[in-house]
């Protein structure tokens, strides 16, 4: 049984490799040195080295300071974070915990490991490594409300769970998850704040988005689902 996620200890993490594979974006994938820890999930004789956390966690903060870091130096952060949340799957989704007898697959974890595989330099396919990428991403889907948005009841967050759906569902590049997206997209357009809830131009709320579709706007809801729309394709020059 894979180990348990809890809310709070897994941010961390998943902060380290995506940021790790943002700055290695466009590297080239490459094999990484000998030892490097990385798996496919659900293959034959597949083996997991869980690296230190917390060593890995150091290691990627000490390598944002040196002027003279190494991209294979980055690799190796990455594919160590990239293996980490390759162990913690479990039944195609990432869970949370919550206490003892409360652990369950969590839509906005799930998109958020996702999204880190597939932006590492893995390079990981929806076929070859179907049980990794396309059931977390078929499982989002299965989320999808009749508005667009992507999100299960348990858990609420609608907006923040939606963006990062939406980002890792168009960073798939793949065409089944089109109309997905396309309704997420929609989704936001329409939940922003503007003239068909009353709301002019001379309101602090216009144009904004909240954690639900009727709640008052803030920012990091706003920022979040701008990332996710701009991701996903949508013009920049669009209303």
Request: aromatic residues 6%.
């Amino acid at each position: 049984m894979s180990p348990t996620i809890t809310r709070f200890s897994l941010a961390p993490r998943i902060i380290a490799a995506l940021a790790a594979a943002s700055l290695v974006a466009g590297c080239g994938s490459g094999n990484g040195p000998a030892g490097s820890p990385v798996a496919t999930a659900g293959s034959p004789g597949a083996s997991v080295t869980t690296p230190d956390m917390d060593k890995l966690t150091t290691e990627y903060i000490a390598a944002l300071k040196p002027a003279d870091i190494t991209k294979d130096h980055l690799k190796r952060v990455m594919r160590s974070a990239a293996a980490y949340l390759t162990s913690q799957q479990k039944d195609g989704v990432w869970n949370v915990s919550m206490g003892p007898g409360k652990e369950f697959p969590e839509p906005g974890v799930t998109a958020l490991c996702v999204l880190a595989l597939i932006k590492s330099d893995k390079k990981y396919d929806i076929a070859r490594d179907a049980a990794l990428i396309a059931a977390p991403l078929d499982w989002l889907c299965t989320l999808q409300h009749e508005d667009g948005s992507i999100w299960h009841k348990m858990t609420g967050y609608s907006s923040y769970t939606t963006s990062v759906a939406l980002m890792a569902l168009a960073a798939s590049g793949n065409s089944k998850y089109a109309a997905n997206v396309e309704r997420a997209r929609a989704h936001f357009v329409a939940a922003q704040f503007d003239e068909s809830e009353g709301i002019d131009r001379d309101n602090w709320h216009y144009g904004g988005i909240g954690y639900v579709s009727d709640a008052r706007p803030d920012l990091s809801n706003l920022q979040l689902a701008l990332d996710a729309l701009k991701e996903s394709g949508l013009p920049a020059e669009s209303d």
